[in-house]
């Protein structure tokens, strides 16, 4: 299957912490891509600012070491780097001082009526004075829109003045909340699942559905980020966020459209209907854990606090939640989440499992029938499985088989997997929000955690240990176990 390009219109966009990591391992190769693609049009300008004194040629430098490092080689054609970097330029900008945002406005005056996107791929304590400076300088023209990655804020309060620092200068129609997992692929795919067919959404409630698992498990650790890591911890840098936004996605009613405010709307409501947990109710329902050393990713790894340098530090590497929605449609129908660092293999998935069927009317030699499951696979594989009961083939009576309908998208469709980023740019671009947290729903979201937190710092419990390169405390696997059910393991199939 060919893939569909349509350019979008010309545009600027300036990207703030233009050398950090993110702009080295997403943004600029996913701008490349889509350069690649012919989705740029040639007078786009790429600019990069941060406070380091470089020049455009030593940025173009550098833009070409991460192209080299992050972009596979089948997909850089002769040229192709040389060609993209040189559309690349850099104005050295103090983003909490006055120099270098004259020099910002004047390499973007010749264009003042374009598409304007600021980037702000720096730390979140740089978001108010940016967006201030942007304002004051004369940067944030009407045609102009911000991008803020997570974390917006520690708590609803301190999200809450983010929020408001950015809402000074851009109003909420131009504010872009990233949050990557809604980019992925397969995320996008669950959309389709549910509402381009009519097979699931009949079934998609508390009459069919027994449960619900989210996991996204890593193998790799903080990896150089303890220093955000430790004032974050799994709770606040993976649920507040992504694992919410995947639940919202699975829980959400059928939006009218897939335009930004009906979709956002929807998972607004889910928020909102999100059972709060009390300090009362939090030892059952909440695990969390930090890894001692192990094995990973083939060799011996550090323990956390090592890693860290700090071995007094409380954050939580692993978390495990049990997640009641209160609705007509889930009431009863638990969320069992599970994310962590330095777990024994990289995946992410979200299953959904239906009921046991009422009644058999198979003899005992048919052996036992598994309920079914959707298995939305986000990575490493990218796919859908669905869990059905089959006969086994051939002689020898009714012997039933559970096997999955397997749907592996790598295999299926020829396309090299876009990086969330590379759709997520674009919509900016093309001025859809449909992929971007609006700020009633990062704020709800917060509204839901602070309480877990609170209490978390309330009770005095040690966190469970866990092994490098394992499934994470064993408490977690007792938290579903306690509810007669365990966590999904592909069988294979
Ligand atoms: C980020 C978190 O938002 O998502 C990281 O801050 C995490 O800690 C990452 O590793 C996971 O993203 P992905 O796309 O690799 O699953």
């Not at 012919?38 to 406070?51: K, T």
């Not at 009644?359 to 696979?377: C, D, E, W």
């Not at 499934?471 to 306690?482: K, M, T, V, Y």
């Amino acid at each position: 299957m060919v893939a569909r390009v349509i350019a979008v219109e010309p545009f600027d966009i300036v990207v703030f912490g233009a050398t950090g990591d993110l702009s080295a391992r997403k943004l600029i190769p996913a701008l490349f891509h889509r350069d690649e693609a012919g989705q740029i049009p040639p007078d786009a300008r790429i600019i990069g600012a941060s406070r380091r004194r470089l020049t455009t040629e030593d940025f173009r430098g550098l833009a070409r070491e991460w192209l080299l490092k992050h972009v596979a080689p089948e997909n850089r054609r002769d040229g192709a780097v040389e060609r993209f970097v040189s559309r690349l330029s850099y104005v050295p900008v103090d983003v909490q001082g006055d120099s270098g945002w004259s020099e910002l406005r004047a390499a973007l005056a010749d264009q003042p009526d374009r598409v304007r996107v600021f980037y702000l791929a720096t730390g979140p304590e740089l978001f108010p004075p940016i967006c201030s400076a942007l304002g004051r300088h004369s940067l944030a023209t009407p045609q102009s829109r911000v991008v803020v990655e997570k974390p917006i804020g520690k708590s609803l309060d301190s999200a809450t003045e983010v929020n408001d620092a950015i809402g000074k200068v851009f109003p909420e129609d131009r504010v872009y909340r990233i949050d990557h997992y809604l980019g992925k692929e397969t995320v996008q795919n669950l959309m389709a699942l549910r509402f381009a067919n009519a097979l699931f959404e009949p079934l998609w409630n508390n009459a069919h559905i027994d449960h619900v698992q989210i996991t996204v498990a890593e193998t790799l650790g903080v990896e150089g980020r303890a220093g955000y890591y430790d004032t974050a911890g799994a709770l606040r840098d993976m649920v507040q966020n992504h694992m919410l936004q995947l639940l919202c996605l699975v829980a959400m009613e059928p939006p009218t459209s897939l335009a930004a405010d009906s979709v956002r709307d929807e998972k607004l409501k889910v928020l909102k209907s999100l059972v709060p947990l009390s300090l009362e109710s939090i030892a059952e329902n909440t695990v969390r854990g930090q890894y001692r050393a192990g094995a990973s990713a083939g060799g011996p790894v550090r323990g956390y606090l090592d890693e860290l340098g700090d071995p007094s530090s409380r954050t939580e590497t692993f978390v495990a939640l049990k997640v009641d929605i209160a609705n007509w449609r889930w009431a009863g129908v638990p969320f069992y989440l599970r994310t962590g660092k330095r777990l024994s293999s990289r995946v992410s998935e979200i299953v959904v499992a239906f009921r046991p069927i009422p009644h058999s009317v198979f003899g005992s030699t048919a052996g036992p029938i598994a309920p079914n499951r959707l298995v939305i696979r986000l990575q490493p594989d990218e796919g859908v499985k669905l869990w059905l009961m089959i006969k086994d083939p051939g002689p020898g009576g009714m012997r039933l088989q559970h096997v999955p309908l397997d749907m592996s998208f790598a295999s299926v469709f020829n396309v090299r997997n876009a990086d969330a980023y590379e759709r997520l740019l674009m919509d900016v671009v093309r001025g859809n929000q449909t992929l971007f947290m609006r700020r009633d729903e990062v704020e709800a979201a917060w509204q839901w955690i602070d309480p877990i937190l609170d209490a978390w710092g309330a009770n005095h419990e040690p966190l469970k240990p866990y092994t490098a390169g394992t499934w994470g405390p064993s408490a977690a696997i007792a938290l579903i176990e306690r509810n007669g059910r365990t966590w999904y393991e592909d069988e294979g199939g």
